[in-house]
């Protein structure tokens, strides 16, 4: 059991910046990715972000593709979101989410049933 837990949340002016981390209680093994989706009121989840555990390889969605940065601390078992130049669309619940690699992160998101593993969320309000 992999427990998740996400936190650098808040409220910015647009143009801000915010690093959300997502600390694991056992890091998954070289099998799996650990990633960002987030979920605006009223709009799909989307699938941001994803580090690979094993090789480091990683993914951005277009929307935050040039602006946002995912990194990995495998000696505390931390996986990082860096956002800068946030927009008001980057506005939503932020969730940390560790699953295994043979399935994409956009395939995760859309799932109704939630995948693998994911932390409480983080809110993320950015205001113009």
């Known amino acids: 059991q992999v427990q998740l837990v996400e936190s650098g949340g808040g409220s910015v002016q647009a143009g801000e910046s915010l690093t959300l981390s997502c600390a694991a209680s056992t890091y998954p093994d070289s099998r799996n990715c650990m990633g960002w989706i987030r979920q605006a009121p009223g709009r799909k989840r989307e699938g941001v972000a994803r580090i690979s555990i094993g090789g480091g390889t990683r993914y951005y969605a277009d929307s935050v593709k040039g602006r946002f940065t995912i990194s990995r601390d495998n000696a505390n078992n931390t996986v990082y979101l860096q956002m800068n130049s946030l927009k008001p669309e980057d506005t939503a619940m932020y969730y940390c989410?560790?699953?295994?690699?043979?399935?994409?992160?956009?395939?995760?998101?859309?799932?109704?049933?939630?995948?693998?593993?994911w932390g409480q969320g983080t809110q993320v309000t950015v205001s113009s």
């Open positions: 989410v560790a699953y295994p690699s043979h399935l994409s992160l956009n395939t995760v998101a859309a799932t109704p049933s939630r995948l693998g593993y």
